[in-house]
């Protein structure tokens, strides 16, 4: 299985902060990365698809980036609404896997 | 827009077979993948496999042996089972649905909890 490894496990910011998520593959997977936002008691909602994809109805302020094992995704603007667990998922080899997951908080 | 819904028995006993369904409404089930995925308490996310809408799957192998899935176009469902199930087993499952296996997942249901004892 490919490893996913998100860092920070938690994060604390204030509103209008930037925040910054990353995401390291123990091995190379291309851009077959999906960027994901969870709130309590909710599935998962697609933000960012293809590394650097913004899903439909996204706000801007949410981008992605990176390639091969190294990824990041950025809040630019943190927004109260933005609360919830980020995760991210590799589809470039079978079994699909994701990382541990980063809480977001709002200060 | 499209709205999915898992459901089945919140608790199953050791041993026994998980059985869930995924209902389908507001898009047909064509040319999408459908995929189950299970999330234990305080635990990362992990995909158990998915089923193609013409009956063609792909599994975890870590769990290959013990699911089987399938869908029924013509219900809007499609199925999960997974036999001998520990308390390893206990989860919130979730049912989520993408156009290929290069894209993420787009659209999920709201996850049922199974717990498993004995």
């Known amino acids: 299985d490919i490893q996913m490894t998100q860092s920070p496990s938690t994060l604390s910011a204030s509103v209008g902060d930037r925040v910054t998520i990353t995401c390291r593959a123990s091995?190379?997977?291309?851009?077959?990365l999906a960027w994901y936002q969870q709130k309590p008691g909710k599935g998962p909602k697609l933000l960012i698809d293809?590394?650097?994809s913004l899903e439909s109805g996204v706000p801007s302020r949410f981008s992605g980036s990176g390639s091969g094992t190294e990824f990041t995704l950025t809040i630019s603007s943190l927004q109260p609404e933005d609360f919830g667990t980020y995760y991210c998922?590799?589809?470039?080899?079978?079994?699909?896997?994701f990382g541990q997951g980063t809480k977001v908080e709002i200060k | 827009q499209v709205q999915l819904q898992e459901s089945g028995p919140g608790l199953v006993k050791l041993s026994e077979t998980l059985s869930l369904t995924c209902s389908v409404s507001?898009?047909?089930?064509?040319?999408?993948?459908w995929s189950w995925l299970r999330q234990p308490p305080g635990k990362a996310l992990e995909w158990i496999g998915h089923?193609?809408?013409?009956?063609?799957?792909n599994h975890n192998p870590s769990l290959k042996s013990r699911v089987t899935m399938s869908v029924d176009t013509s219900k809007n469902q499609f199925s999960l089972k997974l036999t001998s199930v520990t308390a390893a087993d206990s989860a919130v499952y979730y049912c989520?649905?993408?156009?290929?296996?290069?894209?993420?997942?787009?659209?999920w249901g709201q996850g049922t909890l199974v717990t498993v004892s004995s």
């Open positions: 989520a649905r993408h156009p290929t296996v290069y894209n993420g997942l787009t659209d």
């Open positions: 507001g898009d047909p089930m064509t040319f999408y993948y």
């Open positions: 089923v193609y809408y013409n009956g063609n799957t």
């Open positions: 091995q190379s997977i291309s851009s077959w």
């Open positions: 293809k590394a650097s």
């Open positions: 998922q590799q589809y470039n080899v079978y079994s699909w896997t």
